[in-house]
């Protein structure tokens, strides 16, 4: 039996006469029952919806059935399905959602609407969300209309629904009697006969919104000023404002103040957000754009983050994206409220920080992964000691190049001027080349009686390679004594370190140096050594330093004293994947011993006979499986012959040369991969 029915929905009074229901789709389980509602609000306008009820039961006018599968009494659907399609006339902002049900039984609770983008006919990344009460009074009907807070712009399809991984129970569970509904599976349920039909409805506006500019860049800089560092969260808005050009990228600022150490600008406490815009003013007043007034965030909790990037995505699109996170730093430590300078981002008011060692900083790049649906293009950590192997291994697979510090940030932090004067003639620049003028330019603010470092690193298969060559590095130390070895012990004593007591980072490069420079120590010491310097040359895109000359891009955990380890390191994923460091510079031998197998070093070794008049024999080793290419080039740098390009196993290989191939004279054989390249000399007689 069809039944037909009409649904006004009046529009709020400051909506212009374009705006719309879209559309409002009605989900159904169990008995049919329809009951008919005008819903009311302030309006100046009335709009109809027609529709007529059937298969799968949605109204319409234009609306792309929703993705249920019934089976009779009995139904079963995944929960990326939870919401309902919409494809609008032409580009427009949504304004509100309509959710709506009709039960046969009460029900009140708690749950998540979401607005969403299409991706691949089903939803994909969250354009906005807004937890509410939906109440549904017995035998009755409830529509509700949710205004969003500020209007998400759409170009094409969208979904908008709920999401039961966010609820406490299934949102479509408003029939009390199944308890047991709050038990099921969250990848798939199914349900009896409730009596109950859903509904999902959008309100938007065909407005003069013109599509935003396709920009290379937008920077997003997340500014924890809740802290005495106040004042120069100040001064560092001001310097965006006089180095920005707004017809070139886009930046945007979530600032967080305290009372007591500035006053400027109002003196207002709270967390904002501002679209920076051009001030040349040297008054230290910020006069860009402000967008939310967020009351008091807490911005040591990594929610506060997330939500920043998401509403800096939704609302300021780029190609690329970096983040910046701004406050007080101090390497993997997971940190505590005793000593809130441990960790990332501490927040004194609310006295919390985003820790390393506990996951928090992985979890919070793991969803601003999430949110972009792929890695950020740069993270920038202008924080004190963040430049450490621990750091980079926690969020290599959320980021493509990172910038921070061996040592302390003085509290000026990045001449954000510089950077963004640099940016308006460069605004296509790429990731690399941004991460690599922030170190220049930073390096250049300071003057010959500083001490700063900054290094970018890239976050690929070659931070990858690195942390296996220290963990070989580690296991060929053990092997050689560990910390009870006087040479090891000399090497690190004269290491380049930071932190000052218990001296707990080390340069590992400058380490890794001075132990390949020990005549006492094994030779597969010294070569895996060597790898491990040539990985760092690698991974390392670029670096700088004032009066730290032994700086080389990365530090990593290694006080002095055994007694002064915090055995917080043991939390790391670094510690947990790749132990043999944390082995060492613990003391522990346990499990290794003179025939522990080593993984095989990256070498390429002098080939054999050399100099050669018939053939020569080309030997390489790899420590994993990989790509490669081994070629022959002459003095002129000329490719004259390659002898392999492809995958390549781990392990040793030889490759035989016939001497006659080539002419007599001088060549280089190079054997190269994506993260590190070796070069041997061929001489070729006749």
Known sequence: MR???????????????????????????????????NYKRSMTKPFVVKGTKNPPDTLMPDLAPPFYCWDGDYASYRMEYE???????????VMAIINGV???TAASKRCSLFVWRDSSNKPGTRLFIMD???????AGVFFGTYPLSAPVYVTGPFWVGDYEGDSLMPTTAFD????????FSIDSFGWNEDNV???????????????????KWTILVFINGDNDLESFAIEDINEMEEGIDTSKYTVVVEVDRIPGYDSSNGNWTTTRRYLITPDNNTDNIIRSELKADLGEVNMGNQTAIVDFVRWSVQNYPADNYALVIWNHGNGWYKGSKRSPLKGISSDETDGDYIGVANGEYALTMDSVKNIMEKRLELLANDACCMGMQEVAYEIQNYADYVVFSEYTVPAEGYPYDEILKWLNDNYSATPEELANIMVDKYIASYSAGDHVTLSSIALNEKISHLSECINNFAIALIQAGGRSNIDIDSARLGTEEYLGYPNAHIDIYDFAARIKGKLGLPTSVKNWADSVMSAIDSAVTRKGQINSDGSH????????????????YKQLSFAKDLPKWWDFINGDTIGITENTKLSCNFALFVPTPNPASVYTSIRYSIPNKTN????????????????????QIAGTHNVSLKSSELSKGIYFVTLQTNYVTKTQKLTILR
């Open 176 to 183: 009390s009697v199944r308890s047991l509904l709050s038990a």
């Open 132 to 138: 509410t009460l939906v109440v549904a009074d017995s």
């Open 628 to 647: 490669i290419s081994l070629r022959v080039f002459d003095l002129t740098g000329r490719l004259v012959k390659t002898l392999y390009s492809g995958e």
């Open 553 to 568: 891009g990365i530090a990593i955990y290694y006080p002095y004293h055994i007694s002064d380890i915090d055995t917080t």
């Open 83 to 93: 919401a309902t399609q919409f494809i609008p006339e032409r580009p427009c902002s």
């Open 197 to 215: 039909d859903y509904f999902h409805g959008a309100i938007v506006k065909y407005d003069t919104f013109t599509i935003p500019i396709d920009k």
């Open 102 to 104: 009709i039960s046969d």
């Open 3 to 37: 039944k037909t029915f009409w649904i006004i929905l009046f529009i709020f009074c400051c909506f212009s006469t374009e705006a719309s229901v879209i559309s409002l789709s009605r989900r159904q389980t169990g008995k049919q029952k329809l009951v008919g509602y």
